[in-house]
């Protein structure tokens, strides 16, 4: 098991950037899967990134060139870099783990997977 717990939230301008950290507590964090998911009121939870327990990576066309993502597996944190922040990106954000092994687009896909989320962060693009 692991618990999760977001970071790194608030409010920025149009264009700027924020980093966001999950933290993660709890046993075998490396062998996680872990995602970045946002939502805004009354729309599906989007995945937006995720890297895989082998460090590979997989983007949602919107955030493609804008996200990074990445992760410490000695700090047992996952990260998600943003530039570029744009109004479209206003969200809470979530850090997800999951177990399963899926493709890279299911993983995006797939919220219903993971097992483990973070409370959830607030992004605001102004």
């Known amino acids: 098991h692991v618990q999760l717990v977001e970071s790194g939230g608030g409010s920025v301008q149009t264009g700027g950037s924020l980093r966001l950290s999950c933290a993660a507590s709890?046993?075998?964090?490396?062998?996680?899967?872990m995602a970045w998911f946002r939502q805004v009121p009354g729309k599906d939870r989007e995945g937006i990134a995720v890297i895989d327990k082998d460090g590979r990576t997989n983007y949602a066309d919107p955030v493609t060139g804008r996200f990074t993502v990445s992760k410490d597996l000695a700090k047992k944190t996952l990260y998600l870099q943003m530039n570029s922040l744009t109004l479209e990106d206003t969200a809470v954000y979530y850090c997800?783990?999951?177990?399963?092994?899926?493709?890279?687009?299911?993983?995006?896909?797939?919220?219903?997977?993971?097992?483990?989320w973070g409370q959830g962060t607030q992004v605001t693009v102004s």
């Open positions: 997800a783990a999951t177990l399963r092994p899926m493709t890279h687009d299911d993983y995006l896909r797939a919220d219903w997977e993971y097992n483990y």
């Open positions: 709890g046993e075998g964090f490396g062998r996680y899967c």
